[in-house]
């Protein structure tokens, strides 16, 4: 349990550090996260290489804003196991690392009464999902935001220029 928690606290400061808040993140952001460069520690690698470096599945979306054909870039952060995938010129980030909880829907309502934007728990295929509706914070900066557990792989799909229906399609590419 320890462990688990100090894996938590690790992630949580490597995303804050460099992409500032998450989503329905709280005001005073000094500037928008960049999440085409979304981690601390952060490498450069392939597909193949991201899923050596993760010790976990790295699934690739096949929906027409994010796919093989529109993957630009492919970052891990060995560390923390964590990978991310840029598409579209940075226009949708996925951001996935080794699942902190063992109940995905508790996970997301415990994550809702801290957030300040606009957030929904729904289902993509079958799998609990945490939606965040972007510009709905007090600053309306924040950027739409779906996060759900692929087989204890949480992941993360950002964009600051789509939509949430745009990321729940492609979260079903997933699934």
């Known amino acids: 349990m320890k ?5 938590a606290a690790a992630i949580a400061v490597s995303l804050t550090a460099c992409s500032g808040p998450g989503p329905g993140s709280a005001p005073g952001s000094a500037s928008a996260p960049d999440y085409s460069h979304p981690f601390l520690h952060e490498k450069q690698t ?4 991201a899923q050596a470096a993760a010790g976990f599945p790295v699934h690739l979306p ?7 054909k529109t993957l630009a870039t492919v970052w891990v952060s060995p560390p923390l196991h964590q990978v991310a995938l840029v598409f579209d010129h940075g226009k949708v980030t996925i951001m996935m690392w080794p699942a902190i909880y ?12 801290g957030m300040s934007g606009k957030n929904a728990i729904t289902q993509v295929n079958g799998y609990p999902t945490l939606v965040t509706f972007p510009h709905t ?5 924040n950027p739409a935001w779906v996060e759900l557990d692929l087989h204890g792989v949480d992941t993360n799909i950002i964009s600051r220029t789509y939509g949430t229906t745009a990321l729940l399609a492609i979260a079903r ?3």
């Open 3 to 7: 462990a688990r928690l100090l894996v």
């Open 46 to 49: 392939t597909l193949a290489g």
């Open 62 to 68: 096949n929906a027409p804003l994010a796919d093989a």
């Open 102 to 113: 063992h109940d995905p829907t508790a996970f997301f309502r415990k994550s809702i009464a």
């Open 137 to 141: 914070d007090p600053t309306r900066a």
């Open 173 to 175: 590419s997933m699934t």
